[in-house]
């Protein structure tokens, strides 16, 4: 039976329940609303960036300086995703979740600050920059909406880990056979 969270219905986590997500190496991929091209258009085979999709590549790149205990070494902003192979060190958690401007800011109920406690640092790395790019649209007046929840599949292998660095490296090449891109569909 599901939980229900404010008279609504919980989807139960996709999270493997045998690992604690605070260390490892991931591949991600982060969704806008309805599969919204929000961030560029693919033309021969390149993206063309629109100013958000500027700065979702600026706090990609800038990871680090918030998770020190992070790494994002390979991403690919698409039109309405993105790709990512995340390396996450399993860090003391109190000195890598320092406040910094990927941080949402909001009060927290203690129910909220529990559950948040328990998520193991990659949904808070990728939350921070679904948090961070939402902000950013917001501040300007941008329309935006995420995809709630993200899709990530850990990293077994060096062979899984050079086949999906393939996969992400052309993913724009693919665009036009890529089952997101809903321009074709």
């Known amino acids: 039976m599901l939980d229900k969270f404010r008279t609504r219905y919980r989807i139960p986590s996709s999270r493997a329940t045998w690992h604690n997500y605070d260390g490892g190496i991931y591949f991600t991929t982060i969704c806008t609303s309805e599969q919204n091209n929000y961030f560029g258009k693919i033309v021969n085979g390149e993206i063309k960036l629109t100013k958000i999709g500027t700065y979702a590549t600026t706090c990609i790149e800038n990871i680090s ?56 640092q990659l949904s808070t790395i990728i939350g921070s920059i679904k948090s961070a790019i939402s902000r950013y649209a917001n501040q300007n007046n941008i329309p935006f909406a995420w995809q709630s929840r993200f899709h990530d599949r850990i990293i077994r292998n060096q062979d899984e880990l050079n086949r999906i660095a393939e996969y992400v490296e052309n993913n724009p090449i693919q665009w036009e056979s890529d089952e997101l891109n809903t321009e074709t569909q």
Request: hydrophobic share 40%; proline share 9%; glycine share 4%.
């Open 65 to 120: 300086d918030h998770f020190p205990n992070a790494e994002i070494p390979l991403f690919v902003i698409m039109p309405n995703h993105i790709h990512a192979i995340v390396f996450v060190d399993s860090p003391d958690r109190d000195a890598a979740c320092h406040v910094s401007t990927l941080t949402p800011t909001i009060e927290k109920n203690e129910k909220m600050r529990g559950i948040a406690n328990k998520r193991g």
